[in-house]
């Protein structure tokens, strides 16, 4: 079985790792095994549950809210690199030795192109333009 961990990606949580087991609580009771003392955190309010090679999320509390890769969900399969958001602390799963499948999209891996020498261009054009036609630059 994986090592699947939780990486803190913002809020009171940011650059901490947790790692999960067969099934991890998470909420803000004293019992909870990832314990979040937040506002907008319920006791009890999601769990994550590791099984024949599935990781899901469910909500446990009716109340509460978790997003998952920005949307809100009851329950939901859970693959590396989805992003977890309870309250104001985000989280991002890791499974190593597997890369996220949203990394591996031709759209991520592909070349951008670059505008900023572009930008440059045309501001030095026009900077030279408005000298020109001002009278501060005169071509002899």
Not at 38 to 45: F, I, L, M, P, S
Not at 59 to 87: M, Q, W
Not at 106 to 115: K, P
């Amino acid at each position: 079985m994986s090592t699947y961990r939780l990486k803190g990606a913002s809020g009171a949580v940011i650059n901490q790792s947790f790692t999960l087991g067969a099934r991890t609580v998470v909420g803000r009771a004293d019992d909870c095994d990832l314990r979040l003392d937040q506002d907008g955190v319920a006791g009890r309010h999601v769990e994550i549950l590791a099984s024949e090679g599935r990781l899901v999320l469910r909500r446990l509390d009716p109340a509460a809210e978790v997003l998952l890769n920005g949307r809100g969900v009851e329950e939901a399969d859970l693959a590396s690199g989805d992003e977890i958001r309870i309250a104001n602390c985000r989280f991002v799963l890791q499974a190593p030795g597997l890369r996220p499948a949203k990394v591996l999209t031709s759209e991520a891996v592909s070349r951008r192109r670059g505008y900023l020498p572009w930008l440059i261009v045309v501001a030095l054009l026009g900077a030279a333009a408005a000298a020109w036609y001002s009278g501060l630059l005169t071509f002899t």
